[in-house]
């Protein structure tokens, strides 16, 4: 991916938090590509839940977590890794 000056935040699993998505943390596409994922951004009061999540540094599984997404996550794009 792409930084880019102007772009849209896709989150990792690491970048839920406590039932939030931690924002300061997250990944962006490069503007030219926001188009295409569109379909995929995230609105206040979804639920993300996420399928992977499970590595040999953290000790709780977070595969099954759930998070609602709030207002200031808005317009984040769900990845691969969620439903």
Do not use: H
């Amino acid at each position: 991916m792409v930084e880019a000056i102007i772009s849209e935040n896709t989150f990792k699993v690491s970048n839920l938090k406590d039932r939030s998505i931690e924002l300061d943390s997250c990944v962006c596409i490069d503007e030219a590509k926001v188009n295409d994922y569109l379909q995929y951004e995230l609105k206040e009061g979804d639920a993300i839940i996420t399928t992977v999540g499970s590595w040999p540094t953290n000790p709780n599984s977070v595969v099954g977590k759930v998070v609602k997404v709030s207002a200031g996550a808005e317009g984040t794009l769900l990845n691969q890794n969620s439903l």
